[in-house]
């Protein structure tokens, strides 16, 4: 809209109450943001036109507004809260020691967040990218393989019975991971509607499941202890528009954008015309689901992966302030903790026995006792998959020729609740005995 067409609107109160074109919206909400985010000491973030601040206001309160707030049909435990001795002062998922330490020095490092997805335009599922984008990051760290690690929103949006487009409940979400599992994404790619239930033939079978699930108290300590402690959480929190606007450059806090001043003499204008639309911008758009991968004490933040596809944030992650979970954001609202089982799998070796002095090619074998996905290592080799299905029962693997001298087999066992166990099993290779070159 032209500086001439706003002059006649605020002649004209008719045309005063036209809402503003779409693409000026968009300009406008911008606008302000960045004005507010100027005049706040606290705020060191970039706004920007991501592709959720373009979408018409009912479609970015969809997309913010996946919570329902319907009470969870699961009876919680009571909240966890946890304390972690001396926890480390920044701890990120996407970059962790691969023993569990947060910040071990010298520690190998992996990955045990999947990337980003979108929940696309039309559909307000975020609650079930957040349970799949924890039971992802589950699988990565109770063994899985990176490359396995794609699991189906679609089967919890349509599946679950936990909710659909228009919202949903994420402790209901996560009694059916815990209960029935998602399959791999293949099996039933995202449609970005509510679908009928129809993944493809056999998916029972390829399901991962979780342990359990524990809601996590909305404490920065019992938070941060619980991510230390059981990797990825869901949380959610209350979405704004500058929120929707959020492009990285810094963390996250919540300016009001609708009370900024002013910059020149259009913008007052503007403002004087269309209160109605600036008065919406510190006004809630809904309750959003995330997955919280991670923190840094020293920029006092937590990290997130959210589901607006890349443009939103740092290449789909983001940076929140603690400070948020004071004000009306709220962040870290029901924020959820997926648990391994107490036990996992009893996994045993019957042959060969411990010490054992083996000749020729040399076989191992034991038992299983539920199905699971079962790995050795012979000696300080990487890890290999005995069978590409799980093992249930009695299983058993050829080593062939093996060198004179004293061997060690490790094995490793998860099943589909992501519990494990570990043995493993020492045997000695006799060195064969010397052929008679005289013959009889």
Same mark, same amino acid.
């Given at each position: 809209?032209?500086? /001439?067409?706003?002059?006649?609107?605020?002649?004209?109160?008719?045309? /005063?109450?036209?809402?503003?074109?779409?693409?000026?919206?968009?300009?406008?909400?911008?606008?302000?943001?960045?004005?507010?985010?100027?005049?706040?000491?606290?705020?060191?973030?970039?706004?920007?036109?991501?592709? @959720?601040?373009?979408?018409?206001?009912? /479609?970015?309160?969809?997309?913010?507004?996946?919570?329902?707030?319907?009470?969870?049909? @699961?009876?919680?435990?009571? &909240?966890?809260?946890?304390?972690?001795?001396?926890?480390?002062?920044?701890?990120?998922?996407?970059?962790?020691?691969?023993?569990?330490?947060?910040?071990?020095?010298?520690?190998?490092?992996?990955?045990?967040?999947?990337?980003?997805?979108?929940?696309?335009?039309?559909?307000?599922?975020?609650?079930?990218?957040?349970?799949?984008?924890?039971?992802?990051?589950?699988?990565?760290?109770?063994?899985?393989?990176?490359?396995?690690?794609?699991?189906?929103?679609?089967?919890?949006?349509?599946?679950?019975?936990?909710?659909?487009?228009?919202?949903?409940?994420?402790?209901?979400?996560?009694?059916?991971?815990?209960?029935?599992?998602?399959?791999?994404?293949?099996?039933? &790619?995202?449609?970005?509607?509510?679908?009928?239930?129809?993944?493809?033939?056999?998916?029972?079978?390829?399901?991962?499941?979780?342990?359990?699930?524990?809601?996590?108290?909305?404490?920065?300590?019992?938070?941060?202890?619980?991510?230390?402690?059981?990797?990825?959480?869901?949380?959610?929190?209350?979405? !704004?528009?500058?929120? @929707?606007?959020?492009?990285?450059?810094?963390?996250?806090?919540?300016?009001?954008?609708?009370?900024?001043?002013?910059?020149?003499?259009?913008?007052?204008?503007?403002?004087?015309?269309?209160?109605?639309?600036?008065?919406?911008?510190?006004?809630?758009?809904?309750?959003?689901?995330?997955?919280?991968?991670?923190?840094?004490?020293?920029?006092?933040?937590?990290?997130?992966?959210?589901?607006?596809?890349?443009?939103?944030?740092? *290449?789909? !992650?983001?940076?929140?302030?603690?400070?948020?979970?004071?004000?009306?954001?709220?962040?870290?609202?029901?924020?959820?903790?997926?648990?391994?089982?107490?036990?996992?799998?009893?996994?045993?070796?019957?042959?060969?026995?411990?010490?054992?002095?083996?000749?020729? &090619?040399?076989?191992?074998?034991?038992?299983?006792?539920?199905?699971? *996905?079962?790995?050795?290592?012979?000696?300080?080799?990487? !890890?290999?998959?005995?069978?590409?299905?799980?093992?249930?029962? *009695?299983?058993?693997?050829?080593?062939?020729?093996?060198?004179?001298?004293?061997?060690?087999?490790?094995?490793?066992?998860?099943?589909?609740?992501?519990?494990?166990?570990?043995?493993?099993?020492?045997?000695?290779?006799?060195?064969? &005995?010397? /052929?008679?070159?005289?013959?009889?």
């Amino acid at each position: 809209m032209s500086a /001439a067409a706003l002059v006649v609107a605020a002649a004209s109160p008719a045309l /005063a109450r036209l809402p503003l074109p779409e693409d000026v919206q968009a300009d406008q909400r911008l606008t302000a943001i960045q004005h507010a985010i100027e005049d706040d000491a606290a705020a060191n973030w970039s706004a920007g036109l991501t592709s @959720v601040a373009l979408l018409p206001y009912a /479609a970015r309160r969809l997309l913010a507004g996946g919570e329902d707030g319907a009470a969870p049909r @699961v009876g919680l435990l009571r &909240p966890v809260r946890l304390a972690v001795a001396a926890p480390p002062a920044r701890l990120d998922w996407r970059h962790h020691a691969d023993n569990g330490g947060g910040s071990a020095p010298g520690s190998s490092r992996r990955n045990f967040v999947t990337p980003p997805k979108s929940q696309g335009r039309v559909c307000g599922s975020c609650w079930a990218f957040a349970v799949t984008g924890a039971l992802e990051s589950y699988f990565l760290r109770t063994g899985g393989a990176e490359s396995e690690a794609d699991f189906s929103e679609q089967a919890v949006l349509s599946c679950s019975g936990a909710g659909g487009c228009k919202g949903g409940n994420r402790p209901d979400a996560s009694e059916y991971l815990r209960s029935v599992g998602a399959p791999p994404d293949e099996d039933f &790619p995202y449609e970005e509607r509510e679908a009928p239930c129809s993944p493809a033939e056999g998916w029972e079978q390829r399901v991962q499941r979780i342990g359990g699930f524990r809601s996590v108290s909305r404490k920065l300590a019992d938070i941060k202890g619980a991510l230390y402690r059981y990797g990825p959480l869901t949380t959610r929190l209350t979405v !704004y528009e500058d929120f @929707v606007h959020f492009k990285g450059g810094g963390v996250y806090v919540h300016v009001p954008a609708g009370a900024a001043a002013a910059k020149n003499p259009v913008d007052r204008l503007v403002r004087q015309v269309f209160k109605d639309f600036f008065r919406k911008l510190d006004q809630p758009l809904g309750r959003h689901a995330v997955l919280i991968i991670g923190y840094d004490d020293d920029e006092k933040a937590f990290i997130i992966k959210n589901s607006w596809d890349p443009t939103w944030g740092e *290449d789909g !992650y983001g940076r929140v302030a603690y400070s948020q979970m004071r004000n009306s954001v709220r962040f870290g609202e029901e924020t959820l903790a997926f648990t391994t089982p107490e036990e996992g799998p009893e996994l045993t070796v019957a042959a060969p026995e411990d010490g054992e002095a083996v000749g020729g &090619p040399v076989k191992v074998s034991g038992a299983v006792s539920k199905p699971s *996905d079962l790995e050795f290592k012979l000696g300080d080799a990487p !890890y290999e998959r005995i069978s590409e299905t799980r093992v249930d029962g *009695d299983w058993s693997l050829d080593l062939g020729e093996l060198s004179p001298g004293r061997h060690e087999i490790s094995l490793r066992a998860r099943d589909d609740t992501g519990g494990r166990s570990e043995t493993s099993r020492r045997f000695v290779v006799e060195t064969p &005995p010397a /052929a008679d070159e005289t013959g009889p």
